[in-house]
């Protein structure tokens, strides 16, 4: 009794709310709230200005300047040395200047386009990390789920060897069995406390785990006992490798990479180019001197430059981002075999997990059955020892364990699988 009540109060603290909370709710939850996520976020928002950044260099820009002074001159003379008579002056500009840049050796556009090629780079950052977070999200939600079953298992493998014990004792009194029956139950028992006291550790690390990836637990999260996995998965290796060629954020970030690096070429080619602009400014001026008292003045200007030699800069600098090209179309290689050897370990790893917790059902069953007949024929008489019981009760409480495991272990296979393909998203998920 005393250790069905320590289970109720550990299920209330760790997994007790007004509202039961599913799989689902909190992925959404993690979704919405999860801070990393959020500052990729706003990671792409910062790329959306960057674009408007560069559609600048094509708009004229405008500049309206102007300044107030005052001039007073204690003495003025002429070249003959004669003092010339003078007043002070309060000199006002006023001006108006627009240029338009004509011809930037193609940089302007290849800036535009690298940029444009940043917010898709941006975007498909969001979804990588909003695949890992979700991902996490997962492994911690089962995770928390998993260690409430396993302390669950632990405490009922210890109250049954406290049974044991104790029937033992009765039996050693009577005779039927021996000093050393009784002392193999009674180790048994210590070790299972042992396991008990270890499986509630990690509860208590499972929770921790959550909060950090979740977010505070707000609900029984043995809800998640009733959840069936319904999203759409390949139905081959072939099919999935096809769909994350694709829709895999981290190759696509691989192509999008060399894409620009192919335009920060361009861009160092343009800085041995010619350029040329256009500008006109409008300057008005009153008080400017003694002798003037206003001007007006309207300047046209086309202006054109060749940078033929600046230290060796320019060529170095082309050199160099000719090499970072390189090195993006190597990294774009190993990224092409990395998805690949990346969607074939999640298809491995799927099926095995799928095959593996059918198998363990089966074992589970067995080993109940299999218990509960030694059980019996121990109780009556009829050549069981007590190390037969034993040995019984651990494979078990063993294969129970394996299960808890082997069903989250699947579930995990089945949302890695669909993170390998590109597909581990909130739209693909309904979370929004």
Do not use: C
């Not at 996995?229 to 081959?236: G, Q």
């Not at 001026?285 to 300047?299: A, N």
């Not at 040995?391 to 995990?412: P, T, W």
């Amino acid at each position: 009794m005393k250790k069905l009540l320590l289970y109720i109060i550990i299920v209330l603290f760790f997994s007790f709310s007004a509202n039961a909370e599913t799989l689902i709710q909190a992925l959404k939850e993690t979704y919405e709230k999860n801070p990393k996520l959020n500052a990729e976020r706003e990671n792409l928002n910062i790329s959306s200005q960057e674009i408007k950044e560069a559609k600048s260099e094509f708009l004229p820009s405008i500049t309206i300047s102007g300044y107030v002074s005052n001039e007073k001159t204690k003495k003025l003379t002429n070249r003959s040395g004669n003092e010339v008579h003078t007043k002070d002056v309060n000199p006002e500009q006023k001006s108006f200047l627009i240029e338009q840049k004509i011809y930037q050796g193609l940089a302007g556009l290849a800036s535009y386009e690298k940029n444009f090629i940043g917010l898709e780079i941006a975007k498909l950052n969001l979804k990588k990390t909003e695949q890992e977070i979700l991902l996490d999200a997962v492994a911690a939600y089962t995770g928390l789920y998993s260690s409430n079953e396993l302390v669950k298992i632990n405490l009922s493998n210890e109250s049954l060897l406290e049974r044991q014990v104790e029937t033992d004792k009765n039996r050693l009194e009577n005779g039927e069995i021996s000093l050393t029956d009784l002392a193999q139950s009674e180790s048994s028992l210590l070790g299972a406390k042992a396991q008990l006291i270890e499986s509630e550790n990690n509860l208590i690390i499972s929770k921790l785990n959550y909060q950090k990836t979740i977010g505070k637990v707000n609900g029984n999260s043995e809800v998640y006992q009733k959840y069936i996995f319904n999203f759409d998965l390949p139905k081959s290796l072939a099919s999935a490798t096809s769909i994350s060629k694709n829709e895999s954020p981290e190759l696509n970030i691989a192509i999008l990479e060399h894409k620009q690096s192919e335009l920060d070429v361009k861009i160092a080619q343009s800085e041995l180019s010619p350029s040329a602009s256009i500008s006109y400014q409008l300057t008005e001026t009153d008080d400017t001197s003694t002798i003037y008292d206003e001007s007006d003045k309207g300047v046209f200007k086309a202006e054109a430059s060749w940078p033929f030699y600046s230290g060796g800069k320019n060529t170095a600098n082309l050199k160099k981002y000719k090499s970072l090209r390189n090195q993006k179309l190597l990294l774009l290689d190993d990224a092409k075999k990395n998805n690949k050897t990346n969607v074939a370990n999640a298809w491995s790893i799927f099926q095995s997990s799928k095959s593996l917790l059918d198998s363990v059902k089966s074992q589970v069953r067995a080993a109940e059955i299999a218990n509960e007949g030694i059980i019996h024929e121990y109780d009556s008489g009829n050549n069981r020892s007590t190390l037969d019981v034993i040995q019984s009760n651990s494979i078990l409480l063993d294969s129970k364990i394996d299960l808890v495991n082997a069903e989250r272990n699947f579930i995990i296979s089945q949302f890695n699988l669909l993170a390998s393909i590109g597909r581990l998203t909130a739209s693909n998920l309904r979370l929004k």
